[in-house]
């Protein structure tokens, strides 16, 4: 583990530092499967505002990662081509009450978008915008119309998700989202000009990878 991790994981209580471990875990899987072998000298440090940053010899890899927890649930997201992306994982709960304070300018809730979906989709495209919005109610969430792929459902089934972030110099101004429902919980990936993810169910862990990018 790199001196900056170690010295990070040492500042954690007990609890976060099962967090931390099962993240790092989970990214290194994630971009083994991208990469094939890991290259020596990789570590995950933190970056700007908490976000997980991979380097290889001290230096920024040029590979694009992001981390979600909750509960015993782990999360990751990888692209190899180094564009943006973000992930966050969330309880199914339709009447999801956090949601209030974060809804905008053209937010709904309805049969096609519920309250869990929009949130994930609002707190992953916060990640994959780097933070450039200090608040959630700047991204607005729109189903991809049926026939097409549906945010709706129940199961494993996934659905699609376009995201607009209000306009500002150098944020993206659409991000293609992916929506996944695994047992209790929740998962949206977003990122600009994101492929299908390909989920993958191990344990309490889910590990994503956009497929070929």
């Known amino acids: 583990m790199d001196p900056r991790e170690v010295a990070l994981r040492g500042l954690l209580p007990a609890w976060r530092r099962r967090d931390f471990d099962g993240g790092r875990a989970v990214v290194r899987a994630a971009l083994e499967r991208v990469l094939g072998v890991l290259p020596e000298g990789f570590a995950l440090v933190r970056g700007e505002g908490g976000a997980p940053v991979p380097v290889v010899g001290g230096r920024r890899a040029p590979w694009a990662v992001s981390l979600s927890h909750r509960g015993e649930v782990t999360v990751a997201a990888v692209r190899r081509c180094g564009c943006p992306v973000g992930v966050d994982v969330e309880v199914a709960d339709p009447g999801n009450e956090v949601l209030r304070g974060v809804l905008g300018r053209g937010d709904r809730v309805d ?100 497929a070929g990018r």
């Open 111 to 210: 049969e096609g978008l519920d309250a869990t979906l929009l949130l994930a989709a609002k707190e992953a495209a916060y990640k994959a915008c780097a933070g450039a919005w200090a608040g959630l109610c700047a991204y607005r969430v729109t189903p991809v119309a049926a026939g097409s792929g549906s945010a709706s459902g129940s199961g494993s089934g996934s659905g699609e998700l376009r995201i607009r972030p209000d306009r500002r110099a150098g944020v993206p101004r659409l991000l293609q989202a992916w929506t996944y429902r695994a047992g209790d919980f929740v998962v949206v990936v977003t990122g600009p000009g994101l492929a299908r993810p390909e989920l993958v169910a191990c344990g309490r862990e889910l590990l994503l990878r956009p």
